[in-house]
């Protein structure tokens, strides 16, 4: 009896091989970040470089950097809080309610995304100054939020749309209301897409930078604008301080994002991409 001999396993060869290549920039951008100053702006470059706490030790004690890991955590998660709250109800009414210019509405709350920032900065800035809410932690919020809620409402109406009407209907013949229906059945079901939102509009939120620049000053300057403090004045372009400051930023949403990947990939094959 001949014993079976198995082949290389070439599909997990190649997923292994481009899974190093995709980690690799990541690696790199964090040995910049350990690096001495004098070994980064070297003539010849150094493939074994020194790796050094320093960088980490003076971002921290020349720089405001916690109160900018503070400022983003609050900024963005609130804005997302309130792209949720206000974006599921809103994809539910536009999924089942049928009334004149549902399309069309759908389609114009999808469309603000395609706006021009520079277009609508100077109206946000005067009206963030009547509000007094110029250089605050609320105002980068409230600008994420607004810039993001129609994001999240396309992505959520196109996997509420998926669901089978008749699981409500059953609901309603129970007796239960349109917000308990909601609620129970709908969000549990829509888990999936509701987080694929969320984190594409952390990310948005995360990445915006013309808005944060006019609205806020150094006291509510998050991640993404600190990281110019480090590329002027007389010490030059500090590019350790850059790669590490950036790693900072960077790293949580990875890490977010590899925690929920099933109900990512999930909302982003089933739901997202339809509708």
């Known amino acids: 009896m001949s014993k079976r001999i198995e082949g290389p396993r070439w599909g997990w060869i190649v997923l292994t091989a481009w899974g190093l290549f995709a980690i690799l920039p990541i690696i790199y951008f964090a040995s910049i970040a350990l690096r001495p100053r004098n070994e980064i702006i070297a003539p010849v470059p150094i493939y074994f470089p020194t790796l050094t706490t320093e960088t980490w030790t003076k971002i ?23 792209c949720l709250v206000l974006g599921v109800p809103a994809a539910y ?16 709350i999808l469309s603000t995304k395609m706006m021009a920032p520079a277009a609508v900065v100077v109206p946000m800035f005067f009206l ?39 699981i409500e209907d059953a609901a309603r013949t129970d007796g239960a209301s349109d917000l308990r229906i909601l609620w129970e059945i709908i969000i549990p079901m829509c888990l999936p897409g509701i987080i694929t939102a969320a984190v594409i509009a952390a990310i948005f939120a995360m990445n915006e930078y013309l808005f944060t620049l006019i609205i806020a000053s150094k006291n509510a300057y998050p991640l993404s604008v600190a990281l110019a403090n480090f590329s002027g004045g007389s010490d030059g372009i500090i590019y350790n301080a850059i790669a590490l400051v950036g790693f900072l930023a960077f790293f949580p949403a990875l890490l977010l994002v590899i925690l929920i990947q099933n109900h990512l990939s999930r909302g982003l094959t089933m739901g997202a991409v339809k509708g």
């Open 60 to 82: 921290w004690a020349e720089w405001p950097i916690g109160l900018y890991f503070y400022n983003s955590i609050v900024a963005i998660s609130g804005s997302v809080f309130i």
């Open 93 to 108: 009414a536009l999924a089942r309610y049928k009334f004149k210019g549902n399309a069309d509405i759908g389609n114009y």
């Open 128 to 166: 963030f100054g009547k509000l007094k809410l110029i250089d605050s932690v609320w105002a980068l919020m409230l600008m994420y939020a607004a810039m993001n809620l129609s994001i999240v409402v396309w992505i959520v109406r196109s996997y509420m749309i998926d669901i089978h009407p008749e």
